[in-house]
């Protein structure tokens, strides 16, 4: 299924430098009358009939971006792109890669565009931070997000809203009309409304048929009370679109549209001065007091595609719309504005810097300051857009379509806190630099790692309310693991001191922690490494050092299960010292499974027992 998404692409351009001619004159008409699908088709028979050549490739390779299906589009895009193209063409490319995840392959596009429009603002973003992928990701987490129950499992739904009584609008594509929009092969949507209750769960979505019609109707934003509705409409229903004769095909306007609330129904629809049928004016959102609607729209005087522009409203009366400018908009495409009750916009944009698609930012007009990107988990490869806010709950909602269909997302603010990390030596408590600090996740997952500096901390912008364990390791000292507890503290100190290492060496072993291996598994964990590390360091000082290493196994598995599954551990760990740099002659190794136990129990050993007895030995032969 297509995205619902695809009924906002408003603006389209020519996409090379080579020219059309006689043979693609139906694949453009389709092209140019938005009918992608079957343009894809008629420039596909183009290509089997060998009649195809960049110009084509580049239309066929647009005809998929613009349906947002970018595995094909990096395909043909691949193609155009043997020949030289219009500066947009590799723009769009690399769009396309970012949406795939292949960054490096993104920025090579990207600066061909760069070169090719270097006054452009998206070519002076990318030139003054080529490498900003890794920037976004290590980006503090702003929301945790998880999928919204109210999403339909193969039905398209964004634009969601709540409202203070907790009466959570959205619209979506799941009406049972059976009527296709021609210029995007999508189901028209509609506007729908659901109570959300205060245990999370939500009432069944009703289609409120008082404001839908057969064609496109939403997004919408309301006034404070809930009482007044503005809403986009598809100017199929009001008569605002243009007849292409050629083609046979009605070429719409988005248009806005107020209602009023009467008696818990809505009525009394009318269209807002705003509307024009030379263009889209769609996306809207009103502010707190109802005195200034933000709206986007590909009026002439913008800087791209679509921009988000903002209107004084008192009463019935609509000012002069003013464009919101470069801060917020570029020549890509900006929409889904959504103004907070204290001056926030969040807003969507495939024009700034971001993972790939669509990505949610936001930018305080109080300030002014640069808009952010919301960063992951809300923004990723795919379109992620109408992003809405309600203060009041402290809860956020957004769509993306990064399951292959729309879907509504549930994004919680995060709590965030400082967490200091001080390391010393535990015996002269002396700070101590140069010490490799992790911080990890429940899951044991590397979040970030640091050097302690001269004065032995380090600093992590994290979670609150959130368990983390912190990973600390230096040469010469003992590993040590340190779990922080949930914490509603702006700042947090964590004291860590390292241990000394003291390996007990005896006349015929070296005495280790023990060495850890996965459930019926034979590779070295990184537990595991850090232990033998040990050992490594004692035979890299003592040359004439050769070890035996002697694994052992519990009783839980058959015994020659566990002969052989000795011998691969014990083996696995030789192999590890050996790509450390030991001479193999230094090493042996024998797997004994459970043949002798350092805790004779057999089948009735506890857990501890059994631990005790996996266990491997480091033998002294020379």
Known sequence: ?????????????????????????????????????????????????????????????????????????????????????????????????????????????????AKMMPNDQRAKDYLANPNYIPRLVDTDKLFDIEQHQISSRSQADFAPLLTNDGTFYFVSSRNATGKDDRTSNTSYIDIYEATLRPDGSNTAPMAIDALNTPYHDGPLTLTSDGN????????????????????????????????TKQNGVWGQVKSLSLNNKEYSVTHPSLSADGTTLYFSSNMPGGMGDSDIWKVSVDGDDYGKPQNLGPEVNTAGKEGFPFITDDGVLYFSSNGKQGFGGFDVFRID????????????????????????????????????????????????????????????????????????????????????????????????????????????????????????????????????????????????????????????????????????????SIMQKNPELSILVKSHTDSKGSTDYNLALSDRRAQATVQYLISKGIAKERLSAEGVGTEQPKIDCLSNCTEEEHAQNRRSEFLIVK
């Not at 043979?23 to 028979?45: H, M, P, R, S």
């Not at 008569?239 to 806005?256: C, E, P, S, T």
């Not at 030596?425 to 600090?437: F, Q, Y």
Request: proline share 2%; with cysteine.
């Open 1 to 113: 299924m297509k995205r619902a998404l695809a009924v906002y692409a408003v603006l389209l351009f020519c996409s090379s430098s080579f020219s059309q001619n006689k043979a693609t004159t139906k694949a453009d008409g389709l092209f140019d009358t938005y009918q992608y699908v079957d343009a894809i088709n008629a420039y596909k028979e183009l290509v089997n009939s060998n009649k195809a050549n960049a110009y084509v490739y580049a239309r066929l390779a647009d005809s998929y971006y613009n349906v947002f299906n970018t595995k094909e589009a990096i395909k043909w895009y691949a193609k155009a792109v043997e020949s030289k193209q219009a500066a947009e063409v590799y723009y769009r490319y690399a769009q396309s890669l970012k949406t795939q995840g292949q960054y490096e392959d993104a920025n090579k596009q990207l600066a061909v565009f």
């Open 228 to 259: 007044t509705m503005i809403f986009a409409r598809d100017g199929l229903s009001g008569g605002a679109y243009k007849r292409d004769a050629k083609n046979n095909v009605k070429i719409a306007q988005q248009q806005l549209y107020i209602a």
């Open 365 to 536: 007009l109080n300030t002014q300051d640069d808009a952010i990107n919301l960063g992951a988990p809300v923004n990723t490869e795919s379109d992620d857009f109408s992003f809405s806010l309600n203060t009041k709950m402290n809860t956020g909602y957004f769509a993306s379509n990064r399951s292959g269909v729309d879907h509504i997302y549930t994004a919680i603010p995060i709590c965030q806190l400082e967490l200091t990390v001080m390391v010393t030596d535990s015996t002269t408590k002396a700070a101590l630099s140069m010490a490799s600090v992790s911080i990890l996740d429940q899951q044991g997952n590397v979040i970030a790692t640091q050097q302690s500096n001269a004065n032995g901390s380090s600093s992590f912008t994290s979670e609150c309310e959130t368990p983390y364990v912190f990973n600390v390791a230096l040469e010469g000292y003992e590993n040590a693991s340190v779990t922080v507890e949930p914490s509603k503290s702006d700042i947090v100190n964590i004291p860590i001191a390292l241990q000394p290492i003291i390996v007990e060496v005896t006349e015929t072993e070296v005495k280790l922690k023990p060495i850890y291996f996965e459930f019926n598994e034979s590779f070295i964990t990184q537990q595991g490494a850090q232990e033998l590390d040990k050992l490594l």
